[in-house]
């Protein structure tokens, strides 16, 4: 990626989460206050520090199914794979782009013996895992709400799924007959990272997807019921906001989804659950995960002295 590209994507970066956190604070009407926020932080402390141990269990859970991930997992520490996890977190929280996988699979390889591309695909092999979770949350979803209720549309799949048969199909070709040997060795080595799981570790990694994803579900139900309870939502109406929210957060934007995240929940809330619009509870659910992952990820990203992401662009530009 050239200084240009980077550039650019910044700054449409930038433009997108203004213009949503622009139209997010306008739906609010004014409802957004952040010192009865602040009063509700303060008053429900002791909650949230069960929902950060959760979060943290969490993180540990996702650097133990990384590790199964790798076809030699005894010669990687959890120590670095944890540590690395943070630091991903902490540059897409700071940065306008999302380059925290690319930090994380830097880091690991300067302390493995693992190359970078190998290590980048473990990690796709890691967000493949994530989303078939989400998938199978959305099937839950439209069996208890109906596909009527969610407006779901069982043909609108045919179009994403034909375009995504032609990228593979086309993909496919392009590797064969036009990628040079340099590149194909990269692609090999990162195909060799997206299986490299063994047999026998597959049951560990399903459970521990499942164990992971059940405390992201858990967590926003803990802040609506103690925090909010006025809502009334329960724990179906908090895995809509969590497949929501988390589909939203597939758009490339820096600064941990900020306004994409909060005009998702904000229409997830008022035209699905029929809840007049919270912005403080919307706000609250970002702002929790941000300052926990900010946090701690700043605390690993000092700790690691010798990476920058100066050192992180230049390595970047060297071998891709």
């Known amino acids: ?18 213009v949503c956190l622009f139209l997010f604070i ?20 002791y909650y949230l520090l069960l929902i950060f141990a959760l979060k943290l269990i969490s993180v540990y859970l996702r650097s133990l199914r990384w590790k199964y991930l790798f076809q030699d997992n005894l010669s990687n520490n959890i120590n670095h794979l944890f540590s690395a996890q943070f630091v991903s977190y902490f540059i897409n929280n700071i940065s306008p782009i999302r380059i ?49 209720y969610l407006d779901f549309d069982f043909s609108s799949l045919f179009i994403p799924i034909s375009i995504l048969c032609i990228i593979l199909g086309g993909g496919y070709l392009v590797y064969h007959f036009f990628i040079p040997t340099k590149i194909k060795d990269i692609l090999d080595e990162m195909w060799r990272g997206f299986t490299g799981i063994h047999s026998s570790r597959k049951s560990i990694v399903i459970f521990s997807s ?43 934007i820096g600064f941990g989804a900020l306004g994409v995240f909060h005009l998702g929940v904000d229409v997830v809330l008022s035209d699905y659950l029929n809840i007049p619009s919270n912005p403080n509870f919307v706000t609250m659910l970002w702002l929790y995960s941000y ?26 530009i060297k071998n891709y």
Not at 1 to 15: H, R
Not at 27 to 42: E, T, V
Request: aromatic share 18%; hydrophobic share 50%; net charge neutral.
């Open 100 to 148: 925290g996988d690319f930090a994380k699979s830097y880091i690991v390889a300067k302390k493995t013996n693992n190359k970078t591309s190998y290590l980048l695909g473990s990690i796709i092999m890691e967000r493949f895992l994530d989303t078939l979770m989400l998938c199978v949350f959305s099937i839950a979803l439209i069996w208890h709400y109906g596909s009527d």
């Open 26 to 45: 306008e739906n609010s009407d004014g409802d957004l206050n952040l010192k009865k926020l602040f009063a509700i932080i303060y008053d429900g402390w």
């Open 210 to 252: 499942i164990l992971i994803w059940t405390i992201y579900w858990v967590n926003p139900f803990l802040i609506s019921f103690y925090l909010f309870p006025e809502l009334g939502l329960d724990f179906m109406d908090c895995l809509l906001i969590l497949v929501v929210s988390s589909f939203v957060q597939f758009i490339p």
């Open 1 to 18: 990626m050239t200084k240009s590209k980077l550039i650019i994507n910044s700054l449409l970066s930038l433009v997108i989460a203004t």
């Open 291 to 316: 300052i926990f992952y900010t946090t701690l990820g700043s605390y690993y990203f000092l700790k690691e002295s010798r990476f920058t992401l100066k050192n992180l662009y230049h390595d970047w």
